[in-house]
Every structure is written in structure tokens, then in C-alpha cells.
């Protein structure tokens, strides 16, 4: 049975907060949340980034689950998507890599390289937000697979990932 997420949003509001910045790839500078762009779709806690300079760097969607588990989506600047996994009692070095497959329960899954982005995160990104999109949402749970956190997590509410690539169209639009 797949695991369950929280329904608890201070918790979600909390590791949306932390996630966002902990799942991050290592930056000169802090990010700063937008003002304004914080919200939630169902169990999904979502908000904005911007660089210490005022840059738009990635609008993100966090789930937190009953197991400590965390699922972060991350839209980014460059039409990319990705996918964040956090498990308790798994660790990495920060910078591994590893030939991963991310599945859904229906379609194709999707091969590539996922990279630990330190001892808790580990990250598989993907080009062309709107069909990862379409792929996360055909399905009701999620996998990565070959990161050693192989664990069916629920994914209620994918609505939060259009609203995630709405988030970072809104950012990124021409003014």
C-alpha cells in the first residue's frame, strides 16, 4: 500500500520552508520566498523563490508524508522539472549519482541520472515541464527507483504540479 501523506498543514507549510531550501542545488547566495506566492493545492504546500539578488530561481511543491518521507516538485527557470525525494534513514554523499527510473503505476517509467544533492535529497530532473506534467499526473503514486529509496509514495492532489508550472510561468513571464 502506498504511503500516505499528512494532512497536516503547518507541518506541510514547515517542510515546504525547509525541503525548498535543503532540496536545492548549492547556491552563492539564500533564497528568499516571493511575497505573495505561497499557497497550497489539497495536501501541497507551494511557494516562489528568488535569489538573494532578486532573481527568479525555482517555484516549488512539497508533500510530507505519515513516514518522514518528502516529495518536492521544483520548477525551474530553464522549462526543467524536478522531482525530490527525502527518506528517513537513507543518507548519500552529497554529489552522487545514480542511473534512476521514476514510475508512476501506469505508462512508461523514466530513465536518467538522479544526483544526491546532499546527505537527504535526492534529485532527478527532467526537460519540458508541461510533459512532466502529463506524466506525474497519469498516476496516483510514485517510485524512483536506484537510489535506495524504493518506496510507493501516494500523490494525491497532482493538480499542484500544473499550479507549480503556473507558478513558474507567472515568474518567469516577460513584464
Excluded at 11 to 25: D, G, M, Q
Excluded at 35 to 62: E, I, K, M, N, Q
Aim: glycine content about 10%; some cysteine.
Amino acid at each position: 500500500m502506498p504511503r500516505q501523506p499528512r494532512p497536516l498543514l503547518p507541518i506541510l507549510t514547515l517542510a515546504a520552508a525547509l525541503a525548498a531550501l535543503a532540496a536545492a542545488p548549492a547556491r552563492a547566495g539564500a533564497l528568499v520566498e516571493i511575497p505573495g506566492s505561497a499557497g497550497s493545492v489539497g495536501l501541497w504546500s507551494l511557494a516562489g523563490y528568488r535569489s538573494d539578488t532578486g532573481d527568479f530561481d525555482h517555484c516549488a511543491a512539497t508533500l510530507a508524508y505519515t513516514g518522514g518521507e518528502k516529495l518536492v516538485l521544483q520548477a525551474l527557470t530553464d522549462d526543467r522539472l524536478a522531482v525530490v525525494l527525502s527518506m528517513p534513514g537513507v543518507s548519500h554523499a552529497p554529489g552522487q549519482q545514480f542511473q534512476a527510473r521514476l514510475m508512476t503505476e501506469v505508462g512508461l517509467p523514466a530513465d536518467g541520472l538522479a544526483e544526491a544533492l546532499d546527505s537527504q535529497h535526492v534529485s532527478m530532473t527532467f526537460r519540458g515541464i508541461e510533459d512532466t506534467v502529463a506524466f506525474l499526473s497519469a498516476g496516483q503514486t510514485l517510485r524512483m527507483l536506484g537510489v535506495g529509496m524504493d518506496a510507493a509514495l501516494a500523490t494525491p492532489d497532482l493538480g499542484a504540479a500544473a499550479a507549480l508550472r503556473d507558478c513558474a510561468r507567472s515568474q518567469t513571464a516577460a513584464p
